[in-house]
């Protein structure tokens, strides 16, 4: 979605090093999520956020972290407390309750 | 039982056939719910919104039937440009959460064959 920007496309961590995963909007969306996707797999909630300085664990939250400073932007930290970061990451917003969510076209993290 | 389930796929089809997939959710409270389709490598988009009474998107009909808790999607005229991942998508009231939680199912993976 062009309103959607996640940065970068690619992404190398170390061992024991935090990564953060940009996602910045410009749709005047409230709601924004971030999701995990391992290969042949569906999606997973890591954090939600539904208003500016307001967010929530998802299902997987544990070695993640998040802010919500900004309205536009939904910074996404893969701590070093996540051992297994591999995954395709997917940013997404949402305007109104029972609306569809649009995604930003993604994060791949892997380990080097 | 998981939240949504899909039909587990994969399907391969040949060009200009009809295909049907299924999917059910177990929140009979469920709101509203979603079609999305994912190429490979990319992130999901939406194909189409489902609404009670069905609808229609050229070759794209999605259906709901809040009485068995199913949704379908019909792909008519299958061209290989269909081929992809194919995500149902249900928002569950959440009481934690003005806006709900939308659930995806596993999705079902669609070949179109020359």
């Known amino acids: 979605d062009g309103g959607i920007t996640q940065s970068p496309k690619y992404l190398f961590r170390k061992e024991g090093q935090n990564v953060t995963l940009s996602c910045e909007q410009n749709?005047?969306?409230?709601?924004m999520y971030w999701y995990r996707q391992d290969p042949g797999q569906g999606l997973r909630l890591i954090y939600y956020s539904q208003i500016v300085n307001d967010f929530q664990k998802g299902d997987i939250a544990e070695g993640y972290s998040v802010s919500r400073e900004k309205k536009e932007s939904f910074p996404l930290t893969v701590t070093s407390a996540q051992k297994n970061p591999t995954a395709f990451y997917l940013c997404?917003?949402?305007?109104?309750?029972?609306?569809?969510?649009?995604f930003g076209d993604g994060t791949r993290l892997s380990i080097l | 039982r998981k939240e949504v389930e899909q039909d587990p796929g994969p399907f391969n089809v040949p060009e200009g056939a009809t295909v049907a997939f299924n999917c059910t959710y177990s929140?009979?409270?469920?709101?509203?719910f979603f079609w999305y389709r994912q190429d490979c490598r990319k992130e999901p988009k939406l194909l189409m919104s489902?609404?009670?009474s069905g609808n229609e998107d050229g070759r794209f009909t999605a259906q709901l039937n809040r009485a068995s808790q199913y949704i379908s999607l019909l792909i008519r005229d299958s061209k290989l440009s269909d081929s992809a991942t194919y995500l149902c998508?249900?928002?569950?009231?959440?009481?934690?959460?003005?806006?709900?939680?939308?659930?995806f199912g596993q999705g079902t993976i669609l070949t179109v064959h020359p």
């Open positions: 489902v609404y009670s």
């Open positions: 929140n009979s409270a469920s709101q509203s």
């Open positions: 998508v249900v928002n569950m009231l959440d009481g934690g959460t003005s806006y709900g939680k939308l659930t």
């Open positions: 749709l005047n969306h409230d709601a």
């Open positions: 997404a917003t949402q305007g109104e309750s029972n609306q569809p969510q649009h």
